[in-house]
């Protein structure tokens, strides 16, 4: 791991600076020449630190990277839900994750961990230099500070959770460095660095919300509030005091909100999630930045295959499709599962703009995007510059209603949380009194199912909680046991982590074992 960082660390920053608009280059092509830059001597004027987290954010793009014929990386933490399937079967990696049969050689979880893990050099690179650069603004000084642990923070947060006890590495690396081959780390203590990062982060001058698509107070308090809720549930199992914690913390982000409904709000319409005018505004707190000018929207891979829905004619791949006992769970009513309206659709325009036919099937429509390719009589633009959603409003507000009921019950702050969710889509909620504890945690983590679907976000709730969604019961079955609708296969004790890549245990030995349940080297 460390190896394939200290390959790409210097070319990363330089590629970031070049891409991004965060700050202009005059001063630092005065400077010195860019082939004379490393790691080393990059940090030495304010530009740089605004290009090194600018290189930071543009790491977070991994997710959208190649993973071979029709997938891209996104779909490792969609294909294990059992909410998707394939309508292609032509890329035996993404088919093994589907079928449950991945191990340390799926491509999907070897890019990840190598993206994850390149993410955190970048941000430690910054963590460590940028106090060293003279004569800079304390103020932009401590705010850039913060946004690199926010997303240092995010890329372990994700790791732990995949891998469980993982290297811990904070310091800028070298092949002379004391922990270039790194142990695993116990989870508490990743768990412990990824709570100092955010609550640094949260006290670091950021504004509530970020129009720029940087980090901001409201996806820093969001984030400490799910890692919260993580750490109350399973493997952790802190309990009571740490839904505590994640309810007080996702009632700030609430309360700010309800104070500026202007700033922090759910988007009136489910369209509005994936307008392209509406990139890091009100309900999206924190989104990965996509513009075709450096990478185009990467969730191709749920148009539909061989449909002509997009500018391009017949096309798409199909590869992440909705399982029909998935799209058929949601009420009755319920605009989520309305054509065009809400996440799906069942028919579109041919090539984009033309006349409207029935695609025979639900897709996916949360992460379509109408302005690059085109809606009922207006033609597309073919560049497709949609964000991808990490932090939404209506996470926060899910967050809140689970951990408040965890604390002692529902009471009206947790069921007015709820039921806005609901109430965007149009459902009648009962009664705040007729809900016990129990039934009232059912039913939000059925919105958690319905809402969040296909963000990425599935998986770990799965995994947390040790339960996953019954589409056809609409009740919950233990994880292990659970059947997958996608393959009809059974999840396993040993799928609650992934496997460590093969190639990094080859690489360094003090990794030691490969997770349980998977083959080693």
């Known amino acids: ?124 690179l910054v963590i460590a230099r940028v106090p060293g650069i003279p004569q800079m603004d304390a103020a932009q000084r401590t705010k850039i500070l913060g946004e690199a642990r926010f997303l240092r923070a995010s890329a372990y947060f994700t790791a732990v959770r995949l891998w469980g006890d993982i290297p811990l590495i904070t310091q800028p690396q070298s092949a002379v460095s004391a922990d270039f081959m790194p142990v695993r780390t116990s989870q508490e203590d990743v768990y412990k660095l990824i709570v100092e990062d955010l609550t640094a982060a949260e006290a670091a001058g950021l504004a509530w919300t970020d129009v720029s698509g940087r980090a901001n107070l409201a996806a820093v308090k969001t984030q400490l509030s799910k890692v919260y809720l993580t750490m109350a549930g399973f493997p952790l199992s802190k309990g009571a005091s740490y839904y505590k914690l994640a309810a007080d913390k996702a009632l700030e982000v609430i309360t700010y909100a309800n104070a500026n409904p202007s700033s922090i709000n759910l988007f009136s319409t489910y369209d509005d999630v994936h307008r392209e005018s509406n990139k890091n505004r009100l309900e999206h707190l924190f989104m990965i930045q996509y513009n075709t000018s450096v990478a185009g929207n990467p969730m191709d891979n749920f148009y539909p295959n061989f449909k002509p829905v997009t500018y391009n004619g017949p096309g798409g791949t199909g590869s992440s499709v909705p399982t029909g006992s998935f799209y058929n769970s949601y009420e009755s009513g319920d605009l989520r ?56 409003f209506a996470e926060t507000l899910l967050i809140y209603a689970e951990a ?103 690489n360094n030995p003090n990794l030691k074992t490969q997770n349980p349940g998977y083959p080693g080297v």
């Open 337 to 392: 599962a309305k054509d065009q309206v809400g996440y799906f659709y069942t028919t579109y325009y041919t090539n984009g703009n033309g006349a409207q036919f029935s695609l025979g099937a639900p897709y996916v429509f949360k992460h379509f995007n109408r302005t690059a390719n085109g809606t009922s009589g207006v033609a597309g633009t073919r560049q497709n510059n949609l964000n991808v959603p990490q932090i939404r």
């Open 1 to 124: 791991m460390a190896h394939t960082t200290i390959k790409h660390i210097g070319r990363a920053v330089l590629f970031g600076f070049a891409l991004t608009s965060f700050v202009g280059c005059k001063t630092f092509l005065e400077e010195q020449a860019p082939s004379n830059l490393s790691p080393n001597n990059f940090y030495t004027i304010p530009d740089h630190a605004e290009a090194g987290i600018a290189a930071t954010y543009s790491g977070l793009r991994f997710m959208g990277g190649d993973a071979g014929i029709f997938s891209t990386n996104w779909q490792l933490l969609e294909a294990l839900t059992g909410t998707s399937t394939t309508e292609t079967a032509q890329n035996s990696d993404l088919n093994n994750l589907y079928g449950l049969v991945h191990d340390g050689n799926t491509v999907h979880v070897v890019n990840y961990w190598n993206g994850l893990y390149r993410l955190i050099a970048n941000a430690n």
């Open 404 to 506: 408040q009921n965890e604390v002692g019950g529902p009471n009206q702050a947790a069921y007015d949380a709820m039921k806005r969710i609901r109430d965007r889509a149009t459902l009648t909620t009962p009664a705040l009194g007729s809900f016990t504890q129990a039934t009232f945690r059912d039913a939000v983590l059925r919105e958690r199912w319905h809402e969040l679907c296909y963000e990425q976000l599935t998986w770990f709730d799965m995994v947390r909680l040790r339960k996953v969604y019954n589409d056809k019961t609409n009740g919950f079955d233990n994880f292990v046991g659970h059947i997958n609708p996608s393959s009809n296969q059974a999840l396993q004790e040993k799928h609650l982590l992934l496997p460590i890549p093969r190639q990094e245990l080859l």
